[in-house]
């Protein structure tokens, strides 16, 4: 029984596609499988660039759910499937990842796939053990290599690794035995004339979302989150990483704050409308934050040469403002880490900078 018409042309060409004038295309092969593609409004023939390319080769095998197979058997194969399938963005147990650590995910992917996308990987740790395929030695090489951003790296090419095990890949992760780089924690303490200086020169939106920080010492991805929705009668509502809920209850400095950011440029009572919008009214990414945060830094410094001030600001990440939040409360005899959320133990390792005062005996 004949399942589909013959070829009269295009011989040689993978299933389904045809090419027309240079350039392949590619349609199903069937009637249910046309069918289906018209329930999900696809087109009826998908470009798939030029005749015999590489990429027109990994178009087909996407369209068609077959592996591409310039990459079948090496890391490259492994780590594209770890990023198409989502599993980037989520833990094994599918419990979705903050958004900054899947960007940071996706930017580390990148570099993996750069550097071990062209290595075999092996079925079994014999495989590595023979120098075969990808080992132990080669990632510990590595991590140790990228020096901070290394332990990153490190976790995210694990992670694709047990992907690939739990589909049936291989049963050998190479980063089992690797040993991560040892971090201290950040000893940065701001410094009361830096916050002063950027503050001044800090665009509108800037300065808020800085004085914003100094009374909640939230994270940076936990302010730029805040929606007009979550502005309510009683306080301002989060969730926090890990997916806590509370909210800050009303002062009128945090009043203060908020009334202001109705007056920025791109600012709405629409219920999804960012506190700190854009000029478009759009959330601010990670990115443009990091970008301004870095800009402000470079024109205060300039701003202290040219008054010729013998003074600088380095290394100062926006994130140590909270360690300033915990600090300043603690000396106003707050508990620091009910302020931030943390334990007493991870406010003490990470966030207790400032230099205490200490009296000798008389």
């Known amino acids: 029984m004949r399942v589909g018409r013959k070829r009269e042309s295009n011989f040689g060409l993978p299933a389904g596609v045809r090419e027309i004038r240079g350039r392949w295309y590619y349609s199903p092969t069937t009637a249910t499988e046309r069918e289906q593609w018209r329930r999900e409004g696809k087109k009826a023939s998908v470009p798939l660039g030029m005749a015999g390319s590489v990429e027109a080769r990994k178009k087909w095998a996407e369209a068609t759910g077959h592996r591409d197979p310039s990459i079948q058997g090496k890391v490259a194969e492994i780590l594209t499937g770890y990023k198409d399938s989502g599993q980037i963005s989520k833990r094994a147990n599918g419990k979705p990842l903050g958004e900054l650590t899947v960007k940071r995910y996706t930017w580390s992917h990148g570099k993996l796939l750069e550097r071990f996308g062209p290595c075999v990987y092996g079925k079994t740790e014999h495989d590595a ?13 590595f991590v140790v290599e990228m020096g901070s951003v290394g332990n990153l790296h490190l976790a995210v090419l694990k992670n694709a690794f047990d992907y690939a095990i739990r589909q049936g890949l291989t049963v ?22 830096e916050v002063e200086c950027l503050r001044a020169l800090a665009s509108p939106r800037m300065a ?41 209850e009303w002062t009128p400095e945090l009043r203060r704050i908020v009334a ?55 290394d100062l990440h926006f994130h140590d403002l909270r360690s300033k939040a915990h600090d300043d409360a603690e000396e106003e005899g707050r508990a620091g880490n009910e302020l931030l959320g943390n334990t007493a133990r991870v406010a003490r390792k990470h966030y207790s900078r400032r230099e205490k005062k200490r009296t000798p005996r008389a």
């Open 129 to 141: 053990a023979r120098g075969k395929a990808l080992g132990t030695p080669d990632v510990q090489r």
């Open 172 to 193: 050998y992760n190479p980063c089992d035995k690797v040993v991560a780089n040892a971090q201290n924690a950040r000893t940065r303490e701001p410094q009361e004339w």
């Open 208 to 248: 808020l979302m800085m004085d914003y920080e100094a009374v909640t010492g939230d994270r940076v991805g936990e302010i730029l989150a805040i929606v007009r929705s979550l502005v309510r009668a009683d306080g301002i509502h989060m969730v926090r990483k890990g997916g806590k809920r509370d909210f800050w």
């Open 260 to 314: 202001e950011a109705a007056k920025l440029p791109g600012a709405s009572v629409f219920p999804a409308s960012p506190l700190f919008p854009t000029r478009e009214g759009k959330r601010l990414s990670y990115n443009a934050f990091h970008d301004e945060w870095t800009d402000l830094k470079a024109a205060t410094n300039a701003a202290l040469a040219e008054c010729e001030i013998p003074l600088a600001i380095e």
